[in-house]
Structure formats: structure tokens, C-alpha cells
């Protein structure tokens, strides 16, 4: 899969030069979810029967944080590495991330078509319900079969329901942060995940029996409820599940500046510092709380091993 960053215009650029006749989903796929991937793989699909390259556009930064539109825009489901690996796995040829600015922003859907799709030899646009695109979003999907002739074509995806309910990035960060993980699955085609790097810790862990791995999120992700999960990792090639905390570990510490993310990770003995882990969340066990002491808190650490053990046993 060939990854080629874009900044507009991009009429005489080397890439435009070089593009070959292609299909084209366009869209911001956070999360690349079940509706996503209904927009990518029919591009893809239509790219094969046609004998075309098959690519997707995606724009970084988030729209809607470069125009000042929400806070949660500063945190992603998938950050951009996360989310072109989401687009390898589906079969996509080509990845185009397009810098998205004030100056992108402002292009009128007119152009977007004329000096954005057509030096690219887009044959076929496939693009969500709800697309919208050009200055202000004045640009819909009837907007972009009009402008698009006779040259492209334009697909529509209808929105993926799941009950009753439209699948889309807003309702997996609702999910997540209500602490609900099978849902964001369910919605997503596979458990949320969270990818960082092992480091050092205050080491407490240890001392009372649990060690556990502090890790540091590679990117901005959505942060789930804070409290513990049922998790599995990957090390080493292995399954490896575990139990997770996520908060500002209230028994020693009067407030912390940010939440931590703690894994202790079942039957596994090796050093993790410094390795990158990509932590999957299964199931909310409970929510974050103070004990009273340090025994109490290592109870109700065994008794959410257990609770830990018994989900993900059953989990497929």
C-alpha cells in the first residue's frame, strides 16, 4: 500500500502527475468503523471490477478541530497511523492523507472536484450519506455527482444501523466514555484499542504483589471511562490478557495532573520497558475508587483479577 501526503492545490505536483485511473472513498473514517469499511471496501470492490486502482483520502488534521468546532476533536479513535494500518488491512492500494487548513477549508466544492479529484484521475467517487466537503461544508453528495460530470461517477453508501441507531465515531466515544467496551465493539468490528509505550512507573505495583506496566498512549487517543477493564495484549506473538486500570489512583495520590493507564497482565513474567503494547478493551469491571488501606485495595485487585479471568475466558 503506497501512503502519499497531500497539501493543496495540488494540480503540479508530482503525485497528480503520476496518478493512474482509480476509485476513491473520501472521508475522515475515525475509527475506520462498520460504516467505514462499508464505504472502503465497496470502493475497492468497484476499483476490481473495473480495473482500477483503489484508494482512499483522509485529512489530517481533524476538520472540525482545525475549525474550532469541538475539544473532542483533539482526541481520535484512531490516530492517523492507527487508522492507515485499519486501511492496509482492508486491501487499499493507495492511502492519500490531505494537511487539512484554514486555506483546504476554504476551497469551494468546485474546486475540490476540478483541482483536487481530477488531477488524481478519480473515475468514481464513493463517499458516506452525510458526506460534505468545500467551504463550510456547502458541498453534499448531491452537490458532488453534479460537479463530478461527465467524468466521475459517484456512489452513496446508506448509514450502517445497529439497533436503530446509526454507527458512527460519535456513538463509539459515547460508548467508551459511559464504559462501555462491547459496544464500542460491536460498532468498531473489533475491540477499541489503545497502543503505547511501557515506562517506568512509581514501581508499586511490585511491592504488593501486582506488578503492572505504565503505559504511555503513542497518540491522542479517546480515553475510555476511567476505572478497571478486562483487557488482552500481544507480546512476543502470544495472547496475553490482563487487567487494566485507568485513573488517578486516588488510595495514594490526592488528585494527579492527568489519568495513568496500569496494565497487569496475567502469567507473564518478562520486562516490558520500553515496548510498545496495543492494549484491547473487552469488558468495564468497575469504576475507579479510594480504599481505606493497602490491603483493602489489594482485595478487591485479586477479586478483579478474578472478575478478569472469568470474562475473558469466555471471550471469543
Known amino acids: 500500500m503506497e501512503i502519499i501526503p497531500l497539501q493543496y492545490p495540488i494540480i503540479q505536483s508530482e503525485q497528480a502527475s503520476a496518478a493512474v485511473p482509480k476509485t476513491l ?18 470502493s475497492i470492490e468497484a476499483a476490481r471490477a473495473s480495473g482500477l486502482q483503489s484508494a482512499v483520502m483522509t485529512f489530517h488534521p481533524h476538520p472540525k478541530e482545525v475549525l474550532g468546532q469541538g475539544n473532542q476533536y483533539l482526541t481520535c479513535l484512531t490516530p492517523l497511523e492507527d487508522k492507515v494500518e485499519r486501511f492496509r488491512k482492508l486491501g487499499v492500494d493507495v492511502v492519500y492523507i490531505v494537511h487539512f487548513d484554514l486555506a483546504f477549508a476554504a476551497v469551494s466544492p468546485a474546486d475540490f472536484v476540478d483541482n483536487v479529484l481530477r488531477p488524481l484521475q478519480v473515475k468514481k467517487a464513493i463517499v458516506g450519506f452525510d458526506f460534505s466537503f468545500g467551504t463550510r461544508g456547502s458541498g453534499k453528495t448531491d452537490t458532488l455527482r453534479v460537479l463530478g460530470e461527465p467524468d466521475i461517477a459517484v456512489e452513496v453508501i446508506e448509514p450502517l444501523m445497529m439497533d436503530e441507531r446509526k454507527v458512527s465515531s460519535t456513538l463509539i466515544r459515547e460508548a467508551l466514555a459511559e464504559g462501555h467496551p462491547e459496544i464500542a465493539e460491536r460498532l468498531l468490528g473489533d475491540p477499541y484499542s489503545v497502543t503505547g509505550t511501557v515506562v517506568h512507573g512509581e514501581g508499586r505495583g ?111
Open 25 to 42: 472513498a473520501i472521508g475522515h473514517f475515525d475509527g475506520v468503523h462498520r460504516g467505514h469499511q462499508n464505504v472502503i471496501r465497496r
Open 206 to 316: 511490585r511491592t504488593i504483589g501486582f506488578p503492572t506496566a505504565n503505559i504511555e498512549p503513542g497518540g491522542a487517543y479517546v480515553t475510555p471511562r476511567q476505572g478497571v477493564y478486562a483487557i488482552m495484549t500481544e507480546v512476543d506473538g502470544k495472547r496475553v490478557s490482563g487487567v487494566l486500570n485507568i485513573g488517578v489512583k486516588p488510595t495514594f495520590h490526592d488528585k494527579l495532573p492527568r489519568p495513568v493507564m496500569e496494565a497487569h497482565l496475567f502469567d507473564y513474567t518478562g520486562d516490558l520497558y520500553g515496548r510498545d503494547l496495543t492494549l484491547q478493551f473487552i469488558s468495564f469491571l468497575r469504576a475507579e475508587k479510594k480504599f481505606g488501606s493497602v490491603d483493602e485495595l489489594i482485595a478487591q485487585i485479586k477479586s478483579d483479577a478474578l472478575q478478569a479471568r472469568a470474562v475473558l475466558s469466555a471471550y471469543k
